[in-house]
């Protein structure tokens, strides 16, 4: 399984990004069994959970830090994540992480990573 992120960049304080991860290596239709889920991490800083979704219809989780201003979104069909980021200020800055993990924590894929600049 892979996991490949994309969408980030350099944006203006204020301004917005579409994170996006493909997976693939996936069985047929197994995708959607997996909770996915982004994480983001600065220099030094332990890697945090920053939204997660289960499933298309679910409730999505999000931290208290990006709530109201991120959108986590995904298509099984297409085996791939979203991550609308608007508002975006200094404090996003950091390396985007996409995860996916199965029902029971114990199979666990990651990206490599998008970076996220927000700075004028």
């Known amino acids: 399984v892979q996991l490949v992120e994309s969408g980030g960049g350099l944006v203006q304080p204020g301004g917005s990004l579409r994170l996006s991860c493909a997976a693939s290596?996936?069985?047929?239709?197994?995708?959607?069994?997996?909770?996915m889920s982004w994480y983001r991490q600065t220099p030094g800083q332990e890697r945090e959970l920053v939204a997660g979704l289960g499933s298309p219809g679910g409730i999505p989780y999000y931290d208290h830090s990006v709530k109201g201003r991120f959108t986590i979104s995904r298509e099984n069909d297409r085996n791939t994540v979203y991550l609308q980021m608007n508002s975006l200020n200094g404090e996003d800055t950091a390396m985007y992480y996409c995860?996916?993990?199965?029902?029971?924590?114990?199979?666990?894929?990651w990206g490599q990573g998008t970076r996220v600049t927000v700075s004028s």
């Open positions: 995860r996916a993990s199965d029902t029971y924590g114990t199979v666990v894929y």
């Open positions: 290596g996936f069985s047929p239709g197994n995708f959607g069994n997996y909770y």
